[in-house]
């Protein structure tokens, strides 16, 4: 008996093909609670979940055993190199100006507006970060005079110096042709391009993360060598501040990222980080905002209330009569019966917005006591409230959930700002986009997808009991983190595409760091990017 337990183990690979298991199981079980209704059809589906996992990912995690290591970079350029690293930047730059002709002036959503409207008026509320106000909208305003079209301009220029920065990095540590498919990926990805138009707060986010990940693989690629040098050091402490004060719950990915990194970095740098990051985001949310005069954010549990409100949600629209007194009293104060029947779609974010919502009955209630009527709901109708657990979040981990932009788009606003775009190329980008939702979506449209390809590379090219590969797996910790963390701060599904684009530029970077076989030398001096 115990010899059959030892072969089936070793067969599952261990606590590896265990945790890939679990993983899996996670992601196909939750598929099989979406398309039922009886609990007897739930867990038949979940049995059957969970017995593919146990065939399928002993096989995967072999498939990656097995796959070549990738080519190891130059550690000296050459004219060929100058002129790619060239193209790292004017391409990306290229691609997006064509969205930008397409598309001009830009995709100007609500919340664009909104911060817009900070910009030139002068009077900043912390709904959204002031600082992300300040340097995305107000900055490219005043150096262009005013200029429209200044604002999204100002972001693909970043974006295409960020990709091209990162790409030049990646020719020192692995081959031209590898760079080139990352290079690909990048451009070719619709959710690139569309996104690029609008100036959100999470696509400076996502600027920013791709800079930090490179400056990591710097790091552990050079045995912290590369923090070592004041000017990268310095540059690491800026764009940690303005990632971690780009959104308000940045800390996700910055301290999973600094803890990674105090395995390959001395920790008095670590250290040194911490601190000047934290005095320089105090500088910011007091002296600066203060003298800025910034009006604070109201509603802030109605923020982070999303996944609670999500699943009381899915049991008020769907079976009222299971709930008791309090918490229906609590969700028809919120909203009425037909708010909540008509808006509520794969969580609560459609019913926040109705101009018959009132959001303050949450701020009244308070996290406690929501938490706890999702508690009872959950107890009330189990089947029901998973559903709607699992329609909120699972954009994170779904394989099937596809969710993306065709294109940009104007709202009605008082700052004269339309759309004046080129539309013949309006066109041609929206049957591009159509097309690789057909041919590759989970390529270019499937977070949970590329979750998988990174769990998988994880799992299957690193071992616990090296310290070295040990190291390497904490490095995907900031992704993880962050977007599973973020999934529990969500109010709807909608908005997955630009919460977690980033993980679209950070990936691939990451991927290269599990795949790359030769071990991590000191920096030579000089040489590095």
Request: aromatic residues 14%.
């Amino acid at each position: 008996m115990k010899s059959r337990l030892k072969r089936f183990w070793d067969y599952l690979d261990g606590v590896y093909g265990l945790l890939l298991i679990l993983y899996c199981s996670l992601v196909f079980g939750t598929q099989a609670v979406l398309a039922n209704e009886s609990f007897t059809d739930i867990l038949r589906g979940i049995f059957l979940a969970v017995f593919f996992s146990v065939l399928l990912c002993p096989l995967l995690l072999r498939w990656v055993k097995k796959l070549r290591s990738l080519p190891d970079g130059q550690q000296a350029a050459n004219g060929k190199d100058r002129i790619w690293k060239a193209a790292f930047f004017l391409i990306p730059l290229l691609v997006m100006l064509v969205y930008f002709a397409a598309y001009y002036p830009g995709g100007f959503a609500t919340d664009v507006v909104n911060q817009y409207g900070q910009a030139v008026k002068g009077q900043y509320d912390n709904w959204h970060p002031v600082i992300h106000t300040l340097f995305a909208h107000k900055l490219p305003l005043t150096v262009s005079g005013g200029w429209i079209g200044s604002v999204v301009l100002f972001q693909i220029v970043l974006l295409s110096l960020a990709i091209g920065y990162a790409l030049c990095s990646l020719l020192r540590y692995t081959s031209r042709k590898v760079v080139l498919i990352v290079l690909a990926f990048f451009v070719l990805n619709p959710q690139t391009g569309i996104m690029g138009m609008f100036p959100f707060k999470d696509f400076s986010f996502a600027i920013g993360t791709l800079l930090l990940m490179t400056f990591a693989l710097h790091t552990v690629f050079t045995k912290g060598a590369w923090l070592r040098n004041a000017w990268h050091m310095t540059a690491f402490i800026l764009v940690l501040t303005a990632v971690t004060l780009f959104r308000h719950n940045a800390i996700l990915f910055t301290v999973p990222l600094l803890f990674a990194l105090l395995w390959y970095a001395e920790k008095k740098r670590i250290l040194i980080i911490c601190l000047a990051t934290i005095v320089l985001v105090a500088a910011v949310n007091y002296p600066l905002y203060s003298a800025l005069k910034v009006a604070k954010a109201d509603q802030r549990q109605t923020e982070v209330l999303g996944l609670p409100m999500s699943v009381i949600g899915a049991v008020v629209v769907n079976r009222p009569e299971a709930l008791d007194a309090e918490t229906l009293e609590f969700a028809y104060r919120v909203a009425p019966r037909e708010v909540w029947v008509d808006g509520y779609i794969d969580g609560y974010n459609y019913v926040k917005w109705q101009p018959e919502t009132d959001n303050d009955v949450i701020e009244e209630y308070g996290a406690v006591r929501v938490v706890k009527m999702m508690l009872k709901s959950m107890a009330a109708s189990p089947v029901t409230a998973l559903k709607g657990l699992i329609g909120v979040t699972c954009p994170v981990y779904s394989l099937s959930y596809f969710y993306h932009l065709n294109g940009a788009w104007v709202i009605e606003n008082p700052y004269g700002i339309s759309q004046q775009g080129i539309g013949a190329l309006q066109h041609l980008l929206y049957q591009y986009s159509e097309l690789c939702s057909v041919i590759a979506p989970h390529l270019f449209y499937s977070l949970g997808a590329l979750h998988l390809v990174l769990i998988l590379a994880v799992l299957g090219r690193c071992r616990f009991k090296r310290r070295n590969e040990l190291k390497k797996m904490c490095l995907a910790l900031p992704v993880l983190v962050y977007n599973f963390g973020t999934a529990l701060l969500m109010t709807g599904a909608e908005d997955a595409c630009r919460f977690f684009y980033y993980t679209y530029l950070v990936t691939p970077l990451l991927l290269i760091l599990y795949f790359r076989k030769k071990e991590e030398e000191p920096a030579v001096k000089g040489k590095t990017v």
